[in-house]
């Protein structure tokens, strides 16, 4: 015996959302999109030409596809059209994949994507599933959609622009000594592109002169000389007309480079760096995006992605646009040692008022008694406040020598005090604790800033709450990016352009939180109707109802 199956049977569409379990995904998704006010859409209404999708529903079924590890969107499309969950979030609504792919990457859809994970963090508050005294920060890169080799580095670009720089030079001063076109400038001036058009007009004048005569000219032996004549200038034309064009690309280039070394050509925001994933073990390095989070319990509460390869210099613009767009700042910001240094404790301290937990690059190895009992170190040495010196090991006084403020490539600069050994001649043990040449005595640098960052943050670690919420750092942030790239296999980006790129992470990031919060969530939804025949009842006596008023 059989359940009754006949697929020529005529039946009556039902709601879909019987068919979905009770703490389905869908309803999660639902729910965030229907608490974004109204207004934040506003932007995407008109009044002129056809009927548009509701952007709603748009972010709904992209949210779909993300959490189900569907990021095409010919396969969003499809999956609007056989997923009962996506059928029921557009209510049977089918838009084409192109319209998908323009909406997800429309400038308007990031508002509505900040909103998002505003409401969202608003309700995970309000459950209880997260605390609000901490954020957990870190970086990881992520491939961008841009051809591994079609790389420009900027050390390159100088070193070509440079080499052109010289070639011009040295042909126009070739060109001026033969006398084939008149001197525009000094030997010593360079020739800039208003000069570079002048040298190409009079070679032009003088190749078009030439011309004339040639067609002027009935002697065969006369053309044949000026022809000659004409090859040299007609090369210099060609040359000079390379040179200007090569010039205005390498400074198009440096206006891509910015404060990076190198760029891809089929992306230009994308830097190429050195990726985890280097199957070959040698160092590959490829186009991609440092994407930096800001996490709590493992959810991610904001984001943003920089064309930095290093993590330290991203910090700080971070931070401001947590507190710009997403909310404000809490009171424990907690970070890895890749993060830590003067500049960004000083910010976080003075500028943010709040309580960095960053351990800085020497501290798991200052922690160790190899660190603690070598006597060459100079954390080592026993200071003497009143005479402002330090004692090497040799028990010679190495004393204050003079003030240096040192500027890095950023332009941060750091107020150091130099010290200086009274004499290492003769020292037994100099091998073992300078590299200073012979004839030199070795020098020290001190920071004050820094060494008292050092030890507030030493502090803070070996206080009890402090340490316990900086060692949940392990746990809490870094298993989002293993979720990213191995659950929801979300392991390269499918679109160009850092704006692009942040709201495609957006509805990665996104799909994430709502993943987690569907295992999580202690409040599951109640199903309307649970029983499918009961709702099958009740239309049966809707149409019976709609047909009695039909014949009267």
């Known amino acids: 015996m059989y359940k009754n199956y006949n697929t020529k049977q005529m039946t009556l569409s039902l709601n879909l959302e019987v068919y979905l379990e009770e703490n389905d995904i869908a309803f999660a998704i639902d729910e965030l999109i229907e608490s974004i006010p109204d207004n934040i859409f506003s932007s995407f209404e008109h009044k002129m030409g056809t009927s548009s999708y509701h952007p709603r529903m748009m972010m709904k079924l992209i949210l779909c596809g993300y959490t189900q590890s569907v990021f095409s969107g010919r396969k969003i499309e499809a999956m609007s059209k056989d997923s009962i969950r996506a059928m029921w979030l557009t209510q049977n609504q089918f838009p084409n994949f192109r319209t998908i792919n323009r909406f997800r990457v429309n400038p308007l859809v990031q508002p509505i994507l900040q ?116 090859k040299e200038p007609k090369k210099a034309l060609k040359a000079f007309s390379d040179f200007i064009n090569r010039k205005n690309r390498y400074k198009i280039q440096h206006e891509i480079f910015r404060n990076r070394n190198s760029y891809s050509k089929t992306d230009h925001d994308a830097t190429f760096m050195r990726m985890k994933d280097d199957h070959m073990m040698n160092g590959q390095l490829k186009p991609g995006y440092n994407v930096q989070i800001a996490t709590n319990h493992q959810y991610v509460l904001a984001y943003e992605t920089f064309p930095n390869p290093t993590d330290f210099k991203t910090m700080i613009p971070f931070l401001n646009t947590i507190k710009k767009s997403y909310f404000d700042l809490p009171t424990y910001i907690v970070i890895v040692s890749g993060y830590g240094s003067e500049e960004n404790y000083q910010a976080i301290l003075d500028e943010f008022e709040r309580i960095p937990l960053i351990t800085y690059t020497m501290y798991q190895k200052e922690q160790t008694k190899k660190y603690k009992q070598n006597p060459f170190i100079p954390d080592n040495w026993t200071y003497n406040e009143l005479e402002d010196t330090y004692n090497c090991p040799n028990n010679q006084k190495v004393k204050f020598k003079n003030y240096s403020t040192r500027t890095d490539k950023y332009g941060f600069k750091r107020q150091l005090k130099m010290y200086e050994c009274e004499s290492c001649l003769d020292c037994p043990i100099r091998s073992l604790c300078t590299r200073a040449k012979s004839n030199k005595n070795r020098v020290i640098q001190k920071n004050g800033n820094w060494e008292y960052f050092k030890a507030h943050v030493r502090e803070l670690l070996r206080d009890d709450i402090t340490g316990k919420i900086y060692r949940q750092r392990k746990i809490d942030v870094e298993p989002a990016f293993g979720n990213l790239k191995a659950n929801l296999a979300f392991n390269r980006l499918s679109v160009r352009g850092k704006n692009k790129v942040s709201q495609e992470l957006g509805f990665a990031f996104m799909a994430l939180n709502l993943r987690k919060l569907r295992k999580n969530r202690k409040d599951k939804r109640p199903k309307i109707r649970k029983n499918k025949h009961f709702e099958m009842t009740l239309v049966i006596f809707e149409c019976l109802f709609y047909f009695k008023r039909l014949l009267g």
């Open 115 to 230: 909103e998002c994970f505003v409401q969202f963090r608003t309700q995970l508050v309000f459950q209880q599933l997260i605390d609000e005294d901490a954020i957990f920060i870190d970086g990881t890169k992520l491939e961008a959609n841009a051809n591994k080799y079609t790389f420009v580095w900027k050390k390159s670009t100088q070193r070509y622009e440079e080499s052109l720089r010289k070639k011009s030079k040295a042909y126009y001063q070739q060109l001026v000594k033969e006398q084939i076109i008149p001197s525009i400038c000094s030997e010593d001036e360079e020739l800039d592109n208003e000069q570079l058009d002048q040298i190409i007009n009079n070679l032009e004048e003088k190749v078009t002169d030439l011309s004339e005569k040639i067609e002027n000219s009935s002697d065969t032996q006369v053309r044949k000389e000026l022809r000659s004549e004409r």
